[in-house]
């Protein structure tokens, strides 16, 4: 009796651990900007806490960005190389699908093994670049549509927003009122170095 207890207590972590579900997480680097009118600003779409040469790796993923189209005006995508190891391709997309809604889809051509063994734990899945149009705050968001591993079964992913804050760069110069008050003190002054 008392060693069926024993092995009972012996085999209850491994069935504690058994049913922990690793947290994949999907965000942008940097996760805040702070830029100028008429910058041009580049952000990473990031995927970490994958398997560290084991699975889970990621096989394809559909996502929507989402930013403020009248904040910000979309440029290009270059898409990272962590689906495609060995230079075999893989099906990549940008489209935009409406206002503000940046459609990004990527399918590997890579072996599931060679994805579980040889893809890194944290890497950019893309890199996006925006044009800054107006003063304004614009937040970036992310909806995953579909994410599946190298076999294309499905993962859940928490995702973090981004934010890009954007100012405008003016000159202040002094108003001509301003100057004719300083103008008597100036006057004063060269006359008493004169007068020394």
Do not use: C
Request: no cysteine; glycine share 8%; net charge negative.
């Amino acid at each position: 009796m008392i060693s069926k207890f024993r092995k009972s207590l012996w085999i209850l972590p491994l069935l504690m651990t058994s049913g922990m579900v690793q947290a994949i997480s999907i965000g942008f680097n940097p996760v805040s900007q702070s830029v100028t009118t008429g910058d041009t600003i580049i952000t990473d779409v990031v995927i970490s806490d994958l398997g560290s040469g084991a699975a889970p790796s990621i096989g394809t993923y559909d996502l929507d960005i989402t930013f403020d189209d009248s904040h910000l005006s979309f440029v290009s995508t270059s898409f990272g190389n962590q689906l495609d190891l060995f230079g075999l391709g893989s099906t990549a997309s940008d489209i935009l699908t409406g206002a503000g809604v940046l459609n990004l889809f990527e399918l590997s051509f890579d072996l599931p093994a060679d994805l579980d063994a040889l893809q890194a734990d944290s890497f950019s899945l893309a890199t996006l670049t925006f044009d800054v149009l107006t003063t304004n705050s614009s937040a970036l968001g992310i909806v995953v549509n579909a994410l599946g591993d190298s076999l294309a079964n499905p993962l859940t992913a928490d995702v973090a927003a981004g934010n890009i804050t954007s100012t405008d760069l003016t000159v202040t110069v002094p108003e001509p009122a301003v100057l004719l008050l300083l103008l008597p003190g100036l006057i004063a002054l060269g006359i008493t170095a004169r007068n020394k």
